[in-house]
């Protein structure tokens, strides 16, 4: 499968952003789902991810409740939307797709966008 991530940008403190994860393949709905970030200088690390079904998310304590992730099948997209925004969320953000049951690691997932960079001013 490919991973085409989109919908970052530059936004003000307290603003929002809906990133998108458009995938190729007949197989998008047999994959978990996820969102990692990276900061400039730090490991890239979990955000979010949802279950192959869209039944079942979990997120990082750090934008928990500021954040959603939701998949449609028919048109093999992931979108997180990322509300509250703060300098800390400033990082390129990746989609990814994996075989695991819920995969929090980078190394669980076999599949990976290229990015798309969310920088977020104060």
């Known amino acids: 499968v490919q991973l085409q991530a989109s919908g970052g940008g530059l936004v003000q403190a307290g603003g929002s952003l809906r990133l998108s994860c458009a995938a190729s393949g007949r197989l998008f709905r047999r994959y978990v789902m996820g969102w990692f970030r990276q900061a400039p200088g730090k490991e890239r690390e979990f955000v979010a991810v949802?279950?192959?079904?869209?039944?079942?998310?979990s997120y990082a304590d750090s934008v928990k409740g500021r954040s959603a992730i939701s998949r449609d099948g028919a048109k093999n997209t992931v979108v997180l939307q990322l509300n509250s925004l703060q300098p800390a969320d400033t990082a390129v953000y990746y989609c990814?797709?994996?075989?695991?049951?819920?995969?929090?690691?980078?190394?669980?997932?076999?599949?990976w966008g290229q990015g798309t960079l969310v920088t977020v001013s104060s």
């Open positions: 949802i279950s192959w079904s869209g039944d079942s998310t």
């Open positions: 990814a797709a994996s075989y695991g049951t819920n995969p929090r690691r980078a190394y669980e997932y076999d599949y």
